[in-house]
């Protein structure tokens, strides 16, 4: 007779319990297995930020507790903190599924330590980001946030009509040249919306090669001379932070727009803001920053009426949180039938 196999799902108020449990039991539909749920605490750190694992996070013995309890050898979760005193307390524990693009919140070394095997999530929110990121694009051209706040929260039609001047009206994207930083699975997607509305998509990423969405440019500063609004799309590393500084922005057409839905550190945000304050910038849209959540007091609210700001959301949609679960169930049926895990690390 199979064993049993003991699954601890440890969500939170995104990637609910309820939605691990039902995409593991749709997966082991013929393997007996025990789920117990948890729900997790929201971390300080918001959905998607990068960070290392946390070894004193206040839910580490709560983790425990749900682990040892049952007996667990799968842990499938989004941000519980797999430190190395989770994996030292919880010896039946062989697999561990983390619901993200990857498993940061996961002590890799103390796994290998411990012969427990990592999985992640890879791709689960590549099209909410694309969708998110074009919806604040539009939101920059067209000074749709600043238009509602003026008529639905200070009550002035009149005050809101002032877009429908030549001077304060914003920019369309057909025609207009957009460069993306970044070709991955985001910045793609991207890219074929943008050419679908008529933008001039142009596209600087050394890491990609083949056919693309749009003219291919050989280096960053190419691109910025040419763009009157740049995305940014790369990977978050040693050599891309800091990316768009001061003598970046100051490649870029007059007026510009900067949209960064990818990760806070490429942009160098006091430079954008002096870029604002010049007018070298005309407007911005910005989902992730240097430091999250956002301080109070922070220089670029100053800049309310071009600036759109929003708290990390970029990859936070139902479809998201679904699509973590059936994937960290895939692989959890996967290490239960002895075939070949998708997305190791380890």
Same mark, same amino acid.
């Given at each position: 007779?199979?064993?049993?196999?003991?699954?601890?799902?440890?969500?939170?108020?995104?990637?609910?319990?309820?939605?691990?449990?039902?995409?593991?039991?749709?997966?082991?539909?013929?393997?007996?297995?025990?789920?117990? *749920? %948890?729900?997790? /605490?929201?971390?300080?750190?918001?959905? &998607? $930020?990068?960070?290392?694992?946390? !070894?004193? =996070?206040?839910? #580490?013995?709560?983790?425990?507790?749900?682990?040892?309890?049952?007996?667990?050898?799968?842990?499938?979760?989004?941000?519980?903190?797999?430190?190395?005193?989770?994996?030292?307390?919880?010896?039946?524990?062989?697999?561990?599924?983390?619901?993200?693009?990857?498993?940061?919140?996961?002590?890799?070394?103390?796994?290998?330590?411990?012969?427990?095997?990592?999985?992640?999530?890879?791709?689960?929110?590549?099209?909410?980001?694309?969708?998110?990121?074009?919806?604040?694009?539009?939101?920059?051209?067209?000074?749709?946030?600043?238009?509602? *706040? %003026?008529?639905? /929260?200070?009550?002035?039609?009149?005050? &809101? $009509?002032?877009?429908?001047?030549? !001077?304060? =009206?914003?920019? #369309?994207?057909?025609?207009?040249?957009?460069?993306?930083?970044?070709?991955?699975?985001?910045?793609?997607?991207?890219?074929?919306?943008?050419?679908?509305?008529?933008?001039?998509?142009?596209?600087?990423?050394?890491?990609?090669?083949?056919?693309?969405?749009?003219?291919?440019?050989?280096?960053?500063?190419?691109?910025?001379?040419?763009?009157?609004?740049?995305?940014?799309?790369?990977?978050?590393?040693?050599?891309?932070?800091?990316?768009?500084?001061?003598?970046?922005?100051?490649?870029?057409?007059?007026?510009?727009?900067?949209?960064?839905?990818?990760?806070?550190?490429?942009?160098?945000?006091?430079?954008?803001?002096?870029?604002?304050?010049?007018?070298?910038?005309?407007?911005?849209?910005?989902?992730?920053?240097?430091?999250?959540?956002?301080?109070?007091?922070?220089?670029?609210?100053?800049?309310?009426?071009?600036?759109?700001?929003?708290?990390?959301?970029?990859?936070?949609?139902?479809?998201?949180?679904?699509?973590?679960?059936?994937?960290?169930?895939?692989?959890?049926?996967?290490?239960?039938?002895?075939?070949?895990?998708?997305?190791?690390?380890?």
């Amino acid at each position: 007779m199979t064993e049993t196999l003991r699954v601890v799902a440890a969500g939170d108020h995104f990637v609910l319990p309820s939605l691990i449990t039902a995409a593991i039991a749709e997966e082991l539909r013929e393997h007996p297995f025990t789920v117990r *749920e %948890l729900e997790l /605490g929201w971390p300080l750190e918001p959905f &998607g $930020a990068v960070s290392e694992v946390e !070894e004193a =996070s206040d839910s #580490e013995d709560e983790l425990i507790g749900a682990l040892r309890d049952s007996d667990a050898q799968v842990l499938v979760t989004q941000m519980g903190p797999v430190t190395e005193r989770v994996l030292e307390a919880c010896p039946d524990l062989r697999l561990v599924v983390v619901c993200r693009g990857g498993p940061v919140n996961v002590n890799l070394d103390a796994a290998k330590t411990h012969d427990v095997q990592v999985c992640f999530a890879p791709g689960r929110n590549a099209a909410a980001t694309a969708e998110f990121t074009v919806g604040m694009m539009l939101a920059a051209l067209r000074r749709i946030p600043q238009a509602h *706040e %003026l008529l639905a /929260g200070q009550g002035s039609w009149e005050a &809101g $009509a002032a877009y429908y001047t030549y !001077e304060h =009206s914003g920019l #369309e994207l057909e025609d207009l040249p957009v460069g993306l930083v970044g070709y991955g699975a985001v910045g793609s997607r991207v890219a074929r919306v943008l050419c679908a509305f008529g933008a001039r998509v142009m596209v600087y990423d050394p890491y990609v090669h083949g056919e693309i969405h749009g003219l291919r440019v050989g280096g960053l500063d190419e691109l910025l001379r040419r763009s009157q609004v740049i995305t940014l799309h790369a990977r978050l590393t040693s050599e891309t932070r800091g990316l768009i500084g001061a003598r970046e922005l100051a490649l870029l057409r007059p007026g510009a727009v900067v949209v960064n839905v990818a990760r806070g550190p490429l942009l160098d945000e006091e430079a954008l803001c002096d870029a604002l304050e010049s007018g070298q910038v005309s407007a911005a849209a910005l989902d992730t920053y240097a430091r999250e959540p956002l301080p109070t007091g922070a220089r670029l609210f100053g800049f309310a009426d071009r600036v759109t700001l929003t708290p990390h959301l970029g990859g936070a949609s139902r479809a998201v949180a679904e699509k973590a679960a059936r994937i960290a169930a895939a692989e959890v049926g996967r290490w239960a039938r002895g075939e070949g895990l998708s997305h190791q690390l380890g």
